[in-house]
Nanobody, 120 residues
Framework: QVQLQESGPGLVKPSQTLSLTCTVSGDSITTNPYYWSWIRQPPGKGFEWMGGIHYSGNTDYAPSLKSRISISRDTAKNQITLQLTSVTPEDTCAYYC????????????WGQGTQVTVYS
């Protein structure tokens, strides 16, 4: 059974950098052909794909976030990290990590999500 667990600070101040970690168990993040995404949901709104990292280590980012986002991994710890710089209150969201099989447009495993609030 694959499990994903997000962790990180629940409160971040404006202009700071948000850092979240997704710890994966039950599968290696380097397993072909899987893709690991960060997805967020603002209060009362739909999901927004932020970016992801391939099993190979290649990354993709949403154009709207490309100037502020970085996704990396630690293969020894089987973790995927999200960094989002210069946060504003509009970045207040529930943040999720999720796994998809490349070529199939759906996620088969999700973390439970973590709420991040940007406040001044």
């Amino acid at each position: 059974q694959v499990q994903l667990q997000e962790s990180g600070p629940g409160l971040v101040k404006p202009s700071q950098t948000l850092s979240l970690t997704c710890t994966v168990s039950g599968d290696s993040i380097t397993t072909n052909p899987y893709y690991w995404s960060w997805i967020r949901q603002p209060p009362g709104k739909g999901f927004e794909w932020m970016g992801g990292i391939h099993y190979s280590g290649n990354t993709d980012y949403a154009p709207s976030l490309k100037s502020r986002i970085s996704i990396s991994r630690d293969t020894a710890k089987n973790q995927i990290t999200l960094q989002l710089t210069s946060v504003t209150p509009e970045d207040t969201c529930a943040y999720y990590c999720a796994r998809a099989r490349l070529g199939i447009n759906e996620y088969d495993y999700w973390g439970q999500g973590t709420q991040v609030t940007v406040y001044s």
